[in-house]
């Protein structure tokens, strides 16, 4: 791998001078301006792109495209799954006996299933729980006994008592009694009612000349710069036409995320740039600004932590070429009055749309279907587990309902 420097009078001229010695298929590993253009004398600027010397090139031309798609998802998989393992799972010395290794497997394969019996039994409780709460208090709703059971699952999952009651009170008042008689047809009936009330952000890929900018804000330990490396690959890999992306990260307090997403990067063959202030952010968003869609992750706060806040707010204040889109990251496993909270704080940035990770953690989604009926916000991505960059899916309101009428205890 070679630096080579490009300059021109204007970014546009350098830009072109690359685009048409090297083609498109270049990595920018740093852009600046070097002197300001003036009434007597033009500008300069400066651009450094990174290129494979011509042995490494021809024989990356040589290769099928579509193998090396898999080959950069295969080596992105098995990077995440370090890094996962790394984090949750230090590796011992003893763990280097394959007959320890076996032992540890086996052992996690049964915490696994204990898991699972667990939270099965947790959720069947709850279930019992809620219908026995909803038997002694409903006193301004009176509720018919073909309508307990879903009542019951919906209360079960999460879902705000005062949503609850409200569509309870329309179903009983519009749906025809004739239906009534079945279970299904009941279930049938509610499902489609709370369907039509879940906003949905459709994913739309963008088409030149046309770029999206996607920052990406929330508590910490949701899962964003995960996430951020899961619609990377999605847009560069995974759609119909592949996109150019590039990633800013604002998150430097934390060395390990900036490694972390840094590491992503290098597999997607994407570029990236770390900023510490807005000064440096309106230059990064620049020296990006030839990617389709740019994806910036944020250090993770508190909700309480207004001066965080207020700083990401600064960074939406630069002049960009294109709007910024907020996407507020949440955890499904968040109860309702937290994520109210939350909402409620961030909110001091312009949030466009939701995107929900951790759907694998729980199977009631109530919570979360009661926030987007608060506040009217679409959600747009579930993060689904770990896996990157498969564990990613675009919203859908059937997804969420099925965890909210759970068959499991039915």
């Known amino acids: 791998m070679k630096l080579k420097t ?8 350098a830009l072109n001078k690359i685009k048409s010695e090297l083609g498109d298929e270049v990595v920018i590993v740093s852009s600046k301006e070097l002197k300001k253009k003036t009434l007597t004398s033009p ?34 998989s098995n ?37 699972k ?46 949503h609850l009651d409200e569509m309870m009170k329309l179903v009983i008042k519009y749906m025809p009694i004739k239906m009534r008689q079945n279970r299904e047809t009941i279930r049938r009936y509610f499902y489609t009612l709370l369907k039509k009330m879940i906003p949905i952000r459709l994913e739309r890929e963008i088409k030149p000349p046309h770029k999206k900018i996607l920052m990406f804000v929330g508590p910490t330990g949701v899962g964003k710069t995960t996430t951020i490396a899961k619609l990377a690959a999605r847009y560069a890999y995974k759609l119909l036409t ?26 997607m063959k994407l570029p990236i740039e770390t900023v510490v202030d807005p000064n440096d952010f309106e230059e990064a968003l620049n020296s990006l600004r030839h990617n389709d869609y740019i994806l910036i992750d944020t250090v993770g706060s508190s909700q309480h932590d207004k001066e965080k806040i207020e700083k990401l707010n600064s960074f939406l204040k630069v002049d960009s070429f294109a709007e910024i889109n907020v996407n507020l990251v949440l955890s499904a496993v968040t109860k309702y ?40 916000k679409p959600i747009s991505y579930f993060s689904i587990g770990q896996e990157v960059p498969d564990d990613l899916i675009v919203a859908n309101a059937d997804y969420l309902i099925n965890g909210i009428l759970n068959k499991d205890l039915i």
């Open 117 to 162: 019996e667990f939270t099965k039994l947790a959720d069947t409780l709850k279930f019992l729980q809620a219908t026995v709460w909803d038997i002694l208090h409903k006193d301004d709703l009176e509720l018919p006994p073909e309508f307990s059971e879903i009542y019951a699952l919906s209360r079960a999952s999460g879902m705000h008592y005062k």
């Open 79 to 115: 990077v995440a799954k370090e890094i996962n393992n790394t984090i949750k799972e230090p590796v011992t010395k003893t763990q280097n006996s394959t007959l320890n290794n076996i032992k540890i497997k086996k052992e996690n394969d049964e915490i696994k299933e204990l898991k």
């Open 242 to 267: 592949r996109h150019k992306v590039g990633i800013i990260t604002l998150d430097t307090y934390r060395i390990g995320a900036v490694e972390q997403l840094m590491t992503y990067a290098k597999m």
């Open 6 to 13: 490009y300059t021109a009078p204007t970014y546009t001229e």
């Open 337 to 376: 009055e937290d994520l109210i909270d939350i909402y409620k704080n961030f909110s001091i940035l312009p949030i466009d749309t939701f995107v929900f990770t951790k759907l694998d953690e729980t199977k009631s989604y109530g919570n979360v279907f009661s926030l987007l009926l608060d506040t009217k």
């Open 43 to 76: 500008g300069l600027y400066e651009i450094v792109v990174a290129i494979e010397d011509e042995k490494s090139v021809n024989k990356e031309n040589s290769q099928n495209k579509k193998d090396e798609i898999n080959e950069v998802m295969l080596k992105l």
